[in-house]
């Protein structure tokens, strides 16, 4: 039976010079693992990449459909999302993708990408000398990539020191921005190359320094060490190219040249188990994704992730290839360099410089033989060589990250090393280095009944919506004995309205008696303009000594004011560690065992977590004029305004909080964050308290989200509404408070 003919594959991809340099990897594993099954051609960006290319057998695009070929077109979109969850490397996702479309696997055979140069490339290269390829800026539409240009710099002064040269590369097309380096050692060649000169230019070089960018991957096809300004925008194990990376399994080993890839990733919440993939550090064309973290240095706004990488980071690095011999050392001519590089016949000698202390001009004369390292540059180099090892920095071996708790960064099981630390000076550097400020809510943290194996824990019981109110469930009394509870909690509750609301004040009032502990409650009841009905109830409770006191306003004083009434009365002071609110809508018929479950839960999350509110989270944008109320409150303590996930950011204008309906509160951070605002009215007041706290130093943990507990706003909203803080109408708010 005679072989069946060859399939014919068009390959498509169309998008950046790096995802197609990444793509070529593909195609050569196709074809070896295949030989003889697929006729490849590719139809892609960037076709200057495919040239040479001994996997594919035409490169060039035809328009309109042809028989008997089959197109497809290669993404690597979902491998965004499943990096945040595997360990999955950006050079093996064009494989599952294939396997997805069309059912064949393909393995992962080398741990690089496959470019390929003319013999004249390989054998010529196009700058005297040693030198290093380096990018210095980036595309207006990635700042979040972009190190700060005046680092870059000194960088390459410190390599022009070492009578190292340095390529600037890059693009001058429209979006992309390249500060020049300066210095006699420097080629600036931003603009000037095409794609294979790159690739030329990099072949032949000792190494390349740059982001995330088209180069990192070239560096890897031609085996030149790399070292990587990654920061925390993209996870490690998505893009890095080093012998630990589990991404390139089961071939991560075959790496010739392993990259130095500096990153951040669990040194900062906001990358704390994965790559941010924020755009941007400031807002450009309407562009909403920012960094959390912008660090504003006096010639251009950086990330924070980036801000934390210093040039002895850097320079640590490139020293590392020297050091452990995978360069020769920097004194011997380019010849020298274990790669299979021929030098070009060489014009007439360049005469050295007049007096040691000048930096040679090497790079300028193409061709020129290479000039002997001077006495006071190999002094230099010793110095440095000393520096960069024993200063007191981490060291940035391939991929280094601590040990975090929890997430796919741990789940690696990354090799440890000191964190990284920032300068006193530094604008966040309280918050990273002693971790006194912490950023962000855990919206998803909830805590469900858990069944009780002990006297300890709560019994697990089932009550539906609206059902009737069993007896208070039996528990082990010693749960509010722990030091976290105290024993005790103050209930403050507040009801408003006619009779038509009556049954509600009912329910609201003997579900809460009928699943609480009475000798583990003191209970507080305020109200505003009630109906008859409901103030004889009140008071029959009042005269059983159950409700410890009833603040009775006969008129409507809203809530807030009632509220403060309540926590500051110094007939009656607080002296319970924790307060419970209910609005007069809060009804406690989810579940017997809610007040169990929430003292569980703050056991568990209060001096961890330093969480001093608890219930359910919700965010506020601020609206016009709102930030300058809130800035001008005498418990606002200048920390910066928050984005939707919690993060401080200049860029912020959000405020979380726990909603009003229902809360549990630490009498300390009420009295320390003078909690209400006494200029508070009726509405806006659960906002200011999430301020209020976040500013006092304080965080909120959520619980009863989904009001799985505590049956929170069970009616539609009634009564007044009224202008919030810092909007207009709110001045009348404080004249008929102060009336």
């Not at 912020?652 to 630490?666: M, P, Q, S």
Request: aromatic share 8%.
């Amino acid at each position: 039976m005679g072989r069946s003919e060859p399939q014919h594959l068009v390959l498509a991809h169309n998008r950046a010079p790096g995802d197609i340099v990444v793509m070529t990897a593909f195609v050569r594993d196709l074809m070896l693992t295949h030989p003889d099954r697929y006729i490849v051609e590719v139809q892609t960006s960037a076709m200057d990449l495919w040239r040479h290319n001994p996997y594919v057998t035409v490169a060039k695009r035809r328009p309109g459909a042809r028989p008997n070929v089959k197109y497809l077109q290669l993404d690597y979109g979902r491998g965004i999302r499943d990096q945040n969850y595997e360990p999955v490397h950006f050079l093996a996702y064009f494989h599952r993708d294939f396997e997805r479309k069309t059912g064949v696997k393909i393995p992962l055979r080398l741990p690089y990408p496959d470019l390929h140069l003319s013999a004249e490339e390989r054998n010529v290269s196009p700058l005297s000398g040693r030198y290093w390829v380096v990018l210095s800026g980036g595309k207006s539409d990635f700042t979040a990539k972009v190190w700060e240009a005046a680092r870059m710099q000194r960088v390459a002064d410190q390599l022009g020191a070492l009578g190292l040269g340095v390529a600037q590369i890059g693009s001058n097309d429209s979006g992309h921005w390249h500060p020049p380096l300066q210095g006699e050692h420097v080629v600036n060649l931003v603009g000037r190359t095409n794609l294979r000169d790159m690739m030329r230019l990099i072949h032949h070089s000792d190494g390349v320094i740059c982001g995330i960018t088209c180069a990192m991957h070239m560096a890897a096809a031609l085996h030149r060490p790399c070292v990587v300004l990654a920061g925390g925008r993209e996870a490690w194990w998505w893009e890095a190219y080093v012998r630990e990376n589990k991404g390139l399994a089961p071939v991560q080993h075959e790496l010739k040249v392993p990259h130095q890839f500096l990153h951040t990733i669990g040194l900062l919440q906001c990358c704390q188990n994965h790559g941010c993939w924020k755009n941007k550090v400031v807002a450009i064309n309407s562009d909403k994704s920012l960094c959390y973290h912008p660090v504003q240095r006096p010639e251009q706004t950086v990330p924070l992730c980036l801000d934390m990488i210093s040039e002895t980071h850097v320079l640590e690095a490139v020293m590392k290839y020297y050091t452990d011999q995978t360069l020769p050392p920097i004194s011997q001519s380019p010849q020298s360099q274990p790669t299979a590089v021929t030098q070009a016949p060489a014009a007439a000698p360049t005469p050295p410089p007049a007096a040691p202390e000048v930096v040679p001009r090497r790079m300028l004369d193409l061709f020129a033989p290479a000039v002997a390292t001077t006495p006071d540059q190999a002094a230099r180099l010793a110095q440095l060589q000393q520096a960069v090892t024993t200063a007191a920095q981490p060291q940035p071996a391939a991929c280094q990250t601590p040990k975090r708790n929890g997430g796919l960064n741990q789940q690696l099981q990354r090799k440890t090393t000191a964190s990284l630390r920032l300068p006193a000076s530094h604008p966040l550097a309280k918050a990273i280095n002693d971790g006194t400020v912490k950023f962000g809510v855990n919206q998803g943290a909830k805590l469900e009944g858990r069944p009780g194996q002990d006297a300890s824990q709560p019994p697990k019981v089932a009550v539906a919506p609206g059902a009737g109110t069993p007896a208070v469930v039996a528990s082990d009394p010693r749960i509010f004995d722990h030091e976290d509870i105290g024993g005790k909690f103050t209930a403050c509750m507040l009801f408003y309205g006619p009779e038509e609301y009556h049954d509600l004040h009912r329910r609201c009032l003997e579900s809460f008696l009928n699943t609480t502990p009475r000798e583990r409650i003191d209970l507080r009841v305020g109200s505003n303009a009630l109906n008859r009905k409901s103030l004889d109830l009140i008071q029959r409770y009042v005269d059983t000594g159950v409700i410890t006191k009833h603040y009775r306003h006969d008129t409507n004083a809203w809530k807030y004011p009632v509220m403060r009434e309540m926590f500051y009365d110094p007939a009656h002071p607080i002296t319970t560690k924790w307060i419970l609110w209910f609005d007069d809508d809060s009804i406690c018929d989810r579940t017997p065992a809610w007040l169990n479950t929430l003292v569980h839960h703050i056991v568990q999350n209060h001096q961890r977590d330093n969480a001093h509110m608890f219930g359910a989270p919700f965010v506020w944008t601020l609206q016009a004029g709102q930030k300058e109320w809130f800035e001008r409150r005498p418990w606002y303590r200048g920390k910066p305004w928050r984005l939707q996930n919690g993060i401080p950011s200049p860029n912020g204008n959000k405020i979380l909080f726990c909603t009003g309906g229902f809360w549990a509160l630490t009498t300390e951070a009420m009295r320390a964050c003078n909690i209400p605002d006494p200029d508070i009215g009726h509405n806006g007041g659960d906002v200011c308290i999430g301020e209020q706290l976040y500013q006092g130093g304080f965080r909120m943990k959520s619980w009863n989200a989904k009001k799985q507990f505590v049956n929170t706003s069970s009616v539609k909203r009634r009564g007044d509404t009224k202008a919030m803080p810092g909007t207009p109408g709110h001045g009348a708010v404080l004249t008929t408070m102060r009336g």
